[in-house]
């Protein structure tokens, strides 16, 4: 019997945007919606690391360019009016908007410092992370949605992912700012998957719940050597299944959320976190 045929490419022709894409959760949805045909267009504060991760996907396949760069600030309005902007000048219609930057508050570039407990964050701390994680989701998502609802009819529908957490599920006592933003992420999201259904625009959106994503934005907690190794250990001990997760494990639930598998899945969030929510931190006895 011939080989069968690769199937073809899940985002071939799509307009992708994606924010926080200079590293980690960001970094790896973008390569892999590149690798699925998608033209991709990577933002991120971190211009320059932006533009590595865009020239090396293009590098990958020197015959067409899947990827550019811009610096984009999630919480300027005006940042976000230039980025779709630039996306549709460069590629065509916006078809993908993945929001996926965000801080949790604590880490080195997350100004200002000190404690994230309900008693003793400070208004500064906890306006800083709403900022960025929950008024970027806003902006990101009202101007996709002007952009998107023009698109031509006979496209497939518009797709908006939006970054939460399992922390926007539940309780995080040291952590209140990121997850209330994250909880409220969520929330947002199903605001805006009805608001486009009932105006019958073709755009669906849902939400993303990673867990414990071995990514940079947890080398705070996790510091380095002995130590790190400890500390992943640990955390892997309470996962039921045994392992920190990985940024590609979340880019593979971002792809099908993109693509037209996903058709009939608006309003909805997926849990990526090892079987924690399931309702047990241990590790099943074999």
Known sequence: ?????????????????????????????????????????ITDLNEPGARAIADSINAASPAATHAAAMKLDVRIESDWQRAIAHAQQLFGPLDILVNNAAITGFGPADPPTGPHDPEHVSLEAWRAVHATNLDGVFLGSKHAIAAMKQRDPALPAASIVNMSSRSGQVGIPGAAAYASSKAAVRN?????????????????????????ILTPMWDPVLGEGEARAAAIAEFSREVPLGRMGSALDVAHMALFLASDESAYVTGAEFVIDGGLLAGTAATPRR
Do not use: D, W
């Open 188 to 212: 947002h999201t199903k605001t805006v998957a009805l608001y486009c259904a009932e105006q019958g625009y073709r755009i669906r959106c849902n939400s993303i719940h990673p867990g414990s």
């Open 1 to 41: 019997m011939p080989p069968t045929p690769p199937p073809p490419p899940r985002l071939a022709h799509r307009t992708a945007l994606v924010t926080g894409a200079a590293r980690g959760i960001g970094e790896a949805t973008a390569r892999l919606f590149a690798q699925h045909g998608a033209r991709v267009l």
